[in-house]
């Protein structure tokens, strides 16, 4: 029976042999197998959260195309928007078909849901679908249990990535990858896109992650991956540009801008966000400075310096700007029109509690401009102007939780 409708299915007894599947008895994969082949031939609707990010995005397109071999059309739809550079340069360059539903579109023409990398708590399609009566069919993801919507199917698990399950349902024989078949490639690199940036570049990624990316690594499309990832990383610099630019503090002609914490991998934007400033009209002098954080690694202040100003030295500029560490080490240095600088964060580094790394940002932020200020001889007037500013901040916030400001 079973070996029959599989037959329909693929068209052809040869690749009957390959799929009729030998699926793990009792695993998730053959629960969900089951349960497609319960309800082929209807029409679904994959529901992502509102703001889809890759690993949701990637882990829909395998839902899909596991769907499509028992003959269930699959829509991946979502409500809000697609906000992030990487999300979009993935569905560009993967042509991953997502539909953004509006209140005008009808629901009630799905059979049945699925939420995929949500539990219905980050979507308003969950109330519209349940008013619309569209039973919830499955739900699989890796966040915390939120008991909101009951499915027929659940799996819920901690990974790292909801692409890491799917990778597994891939692997289990849901739908066996051909290197050969462009659409399963695609497939691979979106998935492969998905646990990357969900786990940070793997740095959160559990064992489960790594075996997933291990079987994905030999179908996956370099080339596609790797476009990806420089879109996703021009975009970073255009936001860290703007940051800089927001920021800005212009004095005497030189402009300054600390523009927070930057990835590691992001700190090419640095420069980057300096070379812009220097664009502007009556600048001649750019600053634009960062912490650079890498989990597990040192901690700096990464800072960049471009001058148009021929009589400006940045070598001596930056030297006497910044001094010295204790062992006599100059914190920066520079060559014609151009400089950097580098203050390692030390006894500082490596706690990413919000508070104290707020706090950790205004220090640096502020001794910084302090010292960039006191070499431009400008220092009192914008340190009385910033010190009030911050003493009304303060005063409307939390006084109690403020730490004594330094000085
Ligand atoms: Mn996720």
Same mark, same amino acid.
């Given at each position: 029976?079973?070996?029959?409708?599989?037959?329909?299915?693929?068209?052809?007894?040869?690749?009957?042999?390959?799929?009729?599947?030998?699926?793990?008895?009792?695993?998730?994969?053959?629960?969900?197998?089951?349960?497609?082949?319960?309800?082929?031939?209807?029409?679904?609707?994959?529901?992502?959260?509102?703001?889809?990010?890759?690993?949701?995005?990637?882990?829909?397109?395998?839902?899909?195309?596991?769907?499509? #071999?028992?003959?269930?059309?699959?829509?991946?739809?979502?409500?809000?928007?697609?906000?992030?550079?990487?999300?979009?340069?993935?569905?560009?360059?993967?042509?991953?078909?997502?539909?953004?539903?509006?209140?005008?579109?009808?629901?009630?023409?799905?059979?049945?849901?699925?939420?995929?990398?949500?539990?219905?708590?980050?979507?308003?399609?969950?109330?519209?679908?349940?008013?619309?009566?569209?039973?919830?069919?499955?739900?699989?993801?890796?966040?915390?249990? /939120?008991?909101?919507?009951?499915?027929?199917?659940?799996?819920? #698990?901690?990974?790292?990535?909801?692409?890491?399950?799917?990778?597994?349902?891939?692997?289990?024989?849901?739908?066996?990858?051909?290197?050969?078949?462009?659409?399963?490639?695609?497939?691979?690199?979106?998935?492969?896109?998905?646990?990357?940036?969900?786990?940070?570049?793997?740095?959160?990624?559990?064992?489960?992650?790594?075996?997933?990316?291990?079987?994905?690594?030999?179908?996956?499309? /370099?080339?596609?991956?790797?476009?990806?990832?420089?879109?996703? #990383?021009?975009?970073?610099?255009?936001?860290?540009?703007?940051?800089?630019?927001?920021?800005?503090?212009?004095?005497?002609?030189?402009?300054?801008?600390?523009?927070?914490?930057?990835?590691?991998?992001?700190?090419?934007?640095?420069?980057?966000?300096?070379?812009?400033?220097?664009?502007?009209?009556?600048?001649?002098?750019?600053?634009?400075?960062?912490?650079?954080?890498?989990?597990?690694?040192?901690?700096?202040?990464?800072?960049?310096? +471009?001058? +148009?100003?021929?009589?400006?030295?940045?070598?001596?500029?930056?030297?006497?700007?910044?001094?010295?560490?204790?062992?006599?080490?100059?914190?920066?240095?520079?060559?014609?029109?151009?400089?950097?600088?580098?203050?390692?964060?030390?006894?500082?580094?490596?706690?990413?509690?919000?508070?104290?790394?707020?706090?950790?940002?205004?220090?640096?932020?502020?001794?910084?401009?302090?010292?960039?200020?006191?070499?431009?001889?400008?220092?009192?007037?914008?340190?009385?102007?910033?010190?009030?500013?911050?003493e009304s901040q303060l005063r409307g916030r939390n006084p109690d939780s403020s730490p004594t400001k330094p000085e």
């Amino acid at each position: 029976m079973e070996r029959e409708r599989y037959k329909v299915v693929e068209g052809s007894t040869e690749t009957k042999e390959q799929t009729a599947p030998s699926l793990p008895a009792g695993s998730k994969a053959a629960e969900l197998a089951a349960l497609l082949e319960r309800h082929r031939g209807e029409r679904h609707i994959i529901v992502l959260q509102s703001f889809p990010d890759p690993d949701a995005i990637s882990s829909a397109l395998a839902h899909q195309m596991i769907a499509a #071999r028992y003959e269930i059309e699959c829509d991946i739809a979502y409500d809000g928007v697609i906000s992030h550079h990487e999300n979009v340069a993935l569905v560009e360059l993967l042509d991953i078909p997502l539909i953004r539903l509006t209140e005008r579109d009808d629901v009630a023409r799905y059979h049945a849901s699925v939420f995929v990398d949500t539990q219905g708590t980050t979507t308003r399609l969950t109330e519209r679908l349940a008013e619309a009566r569209v039973p919830v069919l499955a739900i699989v993801d890796h966040h915390e249990f /939120q008991n909101v919507i009951e499915a027929e199917f659940v799996d819920i #698990r901690h990974v790292g990535a909801t692409a890491t399950i799917y990778t597994e349902y891939l692997q289990d024989g849901l739908l066996p990858l051909d290197r050969t078949d462009e659409s399963h490639v695609r497939l691979a690199t979106a998935l492969m896109h998905g646990i990357r940036s969900e786990t940070g570049g793997m740095v959160r990624a559990r064992r489960e992650d790594y075996m997933a990316a291990a079987y994905l690594a030999e179908f996956v499309n /370099q080339t596609t991956l790797a476009a990806i990832l420089s879109i996703e #990383r021009s975009r970073k610099a255009m936001d860290i540009i703007k940051i800089a630019l927001e920021s800005r503090i212009v004095r005497d002609n030189y402009s300054i801008a600390g523009v927070g914490y930057v990835r590691y991998e992001d700190r090419d934007a640095i420069p980057q966000a300096a070379d812009f400033l220097l664009t502007e009209e009556n600048v001649h002098t750019a600053i634009v400075y960062g912490i650079v954080i890498k989990p597990g690694e040192r901690e700096m202040v990464i800072g960049s310096l +471009r001058t +148009r100003k021929a009589t400006l030295n940045p070598d001596a500029f930056l030297k006497e700007a910044l001094g010295s560490s204790d062992s006599g080490r100059y914190y920066g240095g520079g060559r014609r029109e151009a400089g950097g600088f580098e203050i390692p964060v030390g006894f500082l580094a490596g706690t990413y509690e919000e508070e104290f790394m707020r706090w950790k940002w205004y220090l640096y932020d502020r001794q910084i401009k302090r010292k960039f200020w006191t070499k431009l001889g400008v220092l009192e007037a914008i340190e009385q102007k910033r010190e009030q500013e911050i003493e009304s901040q303060l005063r409307g916030r939390n006084p109690d939780s403020s730490p004594t400001k330094p000085e």
